[in-house]
């Protein structure tokens, strides 16, 4: 009799404890799942394909630093300069999202698009660059350690 209680009981303390897991897991989830992975996938294999038929190539900044940056990204195709593309920058502090920055980029030069940006403080930030060409929609990003 009493080995039925003692089985009834810790029957219940798994239960118990399953249960809870589950609900934690629910309410702390971190969104690593991503929704519709295959199409998103299949988009960058496509998106890679193409960089590299129309053999682009992009230059990114050299660094950037704390204070007002001069942001200048080269884009060239089959070796020539890529103009007329819609470039897009986005930057963003790793550790917060509460100074990110998006600008639309212009064209000084042919291939050559720039724009001004503020790094406020140091640590790590993510620079983005969002190209949507004639041919092409993709996006390069790169990591800076900022001083």
Same mark, same amino acid.
């Given at each position: 009799?009493?080995?039925?209680?003692?089985?009834?009981?810790?029957?219940?303390?798994?239960?118990?404890?399953?249960?809870?897991?589950?609900?934690?897991?629910? =309410? @702390?989830? #971190?969104?690593? *799942?991503?929704?519709?992975?295959?199409?998103?996938?299949?988009?960058?294999?496509?998106?890679?394909? $193409?960089? =590299? @038929?129309? #053999?682009?190539? *992009?230059?990114?900044?050299?660094?950037?630093?704390?204070?007002?940056?001069?942001?200048?990204?080269? $884009?060239?195709?089959?070796?020539?300069?890529?103009?007329?593309?819609?470039?897009?920058?986005?930057?963003?502090?790793?550790?917060?999202?509460?100074?990110?920055?998006?600008?639309?980029?212009?064209?000084?030069?042919?291939?050559?698009?720039?724009?001004?940006?503020?790094?406020?403080?140091?640590?790590?930030?993510?620079?983005?660059?969002?190209?949507?060409?004639?041919?092409?929609?993709?996006?390069?990003?790169?990591?800076?350690?900022?001083?």
């Amino acid at each position: 009799m009493k080995m039925k209680f003692l089985i009834g009981g810790l029957y219940l303390l798994f239960f118990f404890a399953m249960v809870s897991g589950i609900a934690v897991a629910i =309410r @702390q989830s #971190e969104g690593l *799942v991503e929704t519709n992975y295959y199409e998103k996938g299949n988009g960058w294999f496509q998106a890679k394909s $193409l960089e =590299r @038929q129309i #053999e682009l190539e *992009v230059t990114p900044p050299q660094t950037i630093s704390q204070g007002n940056n001069d942001i200048s990204i080269r $884009l060239t195709s089959h070796g020539k300069p890529l103009e007329g593309a819609k470039v897009k920058l986005f930057i963003g502090n790793v550790s917060s999202s509460s100074q990110d920055f998006s600008s639309r980029m212009s064209e000084p030069a042919p291939g050559v698009y720039e724009t001004r940006a503020l790094i406020p403080y140091k640590g790590k930030w993510m620079v983005r660059m969002d190209l949507a060409g004639n041919q092409i929609k993709t996006s390069r990003s790169w990591f800076y350690d900022v001083r």
